[in-house]
């Protein structure tokens, strides 16, 4: 079993900066894609990034160049470094776990999820 917990959310202003943290628990870690996700009020849950096994990433065009993940194995968490925050940003962030060795913006692909962290960034 893989259990995912994102910190690390708060009330920002924008152009703000912010790190989240998503632990994730489980022996599997190591060969798992870890991606972060967003769901603002009313809208889909949205792929922002991921990173595999390797280290390889992936990102979504709407934070390319702004948002940078990361993984710590030894920790096993991964973080999103998020920069120039703007209120379009407000949203719950999630990261979830996918059995895949390629970091996939799939969403069908991730089975484990975590219960999200509120990230909400004052104009």
């Known amino acids: 079993q893989v259990q995912l917990v994102e910190s690390g959310g708060g009330l920002v202003q924008a152009g703000d900066s912010l790190r989240i943290s998503c632990k994730v628990s489980?022996?599997?870690?190591?060969?798992?894609?870890v991606a972060w996700f967003r769901q603002a009020p009313g809208k889909e849950r949205d792929f922002l990034s991921a990173?595999?096994?390797?280290?390889?990433?992936n990102y979504s065009d709407s934070v390319k160049g702004r948002f940078t993940i990361s993984r710590d194995n030894a920790e096993t968490t991964v973080y999103l470094e998020m920069n120039l925050l703007t209120a379009e940003d407000t949203a719950v962030y999630y990261c979830?776990?996918?059995?895949?060795?390629?970091?996939?913006?799939?969403?069908?692909?991730?089975?484990?999820w975590g219960q999200g962290t509120q990230v909400s960034v004052s104009s």
């Open positions: 489980g022996r599997t870690f190591k060969t798992y894609t």
């Open positions: 990173v595999d096994w390797r280290g390889v990433t």
């Open positions: 979830a776990a996918s059995p895949t060795s390629v970091p996939t913006s799939r969403k069908e692909l991730y089975r484990y």
